[in-house]
Nanobody, 121 residues
Framework: QVQLVESGGGLVQAGGSLRLSCVASGRVFSMNDMGWYRQAPGKQRELVAGISSGGSTNYADSVKGRFTISRDNAKNTVYLQMNSLKPEDTAVYYC???????????????WGQGTLVTVSS
């Protein structure tokens, strides 16, 4: 069984920074596309940033120039560096990944449990 575990969330003042991490555990063979999503209270989940297996990245307009997504394939980990945080960035952040795992090397889409980011004004 493959799991994604996020960490790094917390409370930060506006203008501050946080770095989120998401690690895949289990019998992982390879990681495909990975992404960070967020869901604020009363709002739909939205894509924040994505990174392909080849390293291509894409960002929501609202975070361009402030957030950076990266990955370490050797560690089965994706990161989200968040700078110049704003109160409107407050949300639960989830990572998502396409994972090839197990003895049969099957493809799974896996979600983490989420980590809360709170930005105070």
């Amino acid at each position: 069984q493959v799991q994604l575990v996020e960490s790094g969330g917390g409370l930060v003042q506006a203008g501050g920074s946080l770095r989120l991490s998401c690690v895949a555990s289990g019998r992982v063979f390879s990681m495909n596309d990975m992404g960070w999503y967020r869901q604020a209270p009363g709002k739909q989940r939205e894509l924040v940033a994505g990174i392909s297996s080849g390293g291509s990245t894409n960002y929501a307009d609202s975070v361009k120039g402030r957030f950076t997504i990266s990955r370490d394939n050797a560690k089965n980990t994706v990161y989200l560096q968040m700078n110049s945080l704003k109160p409107e960035d407050t949300a639960v952040y989830y990572c998502d990944a396409g994972v090839v795992a197990g003895e049969l090397r099957r493809y799974f889409e896996v979600w983490g449990q989420g980590t809360l980011v709170t930005v105070s004004s």
